[in-house]
């Protein structure tokens, strides 16, 4: 009898524990990863479309650049943590840990060098032993890694409000007045 309640007790607790990330951790793994430039560069494919932003001068698609990547990388980030799931804080500190291990730095110094070389910047990627190979492999197997990477490419939208948020940031920080329905 004390046997099933103390299991039963033990799965409580575990499902009452489990956290889903938050944005604000994804975007300190997302650093480490050399991606916190993913939404700046996801803002090219807006100024491609927009006769508004393609009209700016080069302080204007700064400063536009700028904002629209916070935004898009906020979308990213809670995009990510959502598709971590309700035990995504586990995920987390399962990644964090990996990263401060020595094939946990190597594979982050690779992302960092891959990122830079597809921002168009020289980066040469680091030598990584064999055996962090190995220990970086295995990690790519996990869920942690899995769901992470998932959710960067997760068709999960963008927030119907996105255009609105866009205008008023260019507004407000940008003093450029966008329509939000050139984004629709």
């Not at 990510?80 to 094939?103: C, K, M, R, S, Y």
């Not at 690779?110 to 030598?127: H, L, V």
């Amino acid at each position: 009898m004390r046997v099933p309640a103390l299991l039963a007790g033990l799965l409580l607790a575990g499902a009452a524990s489990a956290q889903p990330a938050t944005p604000a951790e994804v975007a300190v793994i997302m650093h480490q990863l050399g991606m916190e430039g993913l939404g700046r560069n996801s803002a090219d494919v807006l100024f491609s479309v927009s006769p508004t932003l393609q009209a700016l001068d080069d302080s204007g698609r700064d400063c536009a650049a700028t904002q629209i990547g916070k935004l898009l990388d906020a979308h990213f980030q809670q995009q990510i943590a959502g598709n971590l799931g309700d035990d995504g804080a586990a995920l987390v500190v399962e990644f964090t840990q990996f990263l401060a291990t020595p094939a946990g730095k190597d594979m982050g110094r690779t992302f960092q060098a891959s990122a830079a070389a597809q921002q168009g910047a020289n980066a040469e990627a680091p030598q990584v032993s064999e055996a962090n190979k190995v220990e970086i492999a295995r990690f790519m197997g996990t869920p942690a890694f899995q769901r992470f990477i998932e959710g960067i490419s997760a068709d999960g939208g963008m927030p119907e409000n996105i255009g609105e948020a866009m205008s008023g940031a260019l507004k407000r920080e940008c003093r450029i007045d966008f329509d939000p329905e050139q984004i629709s």
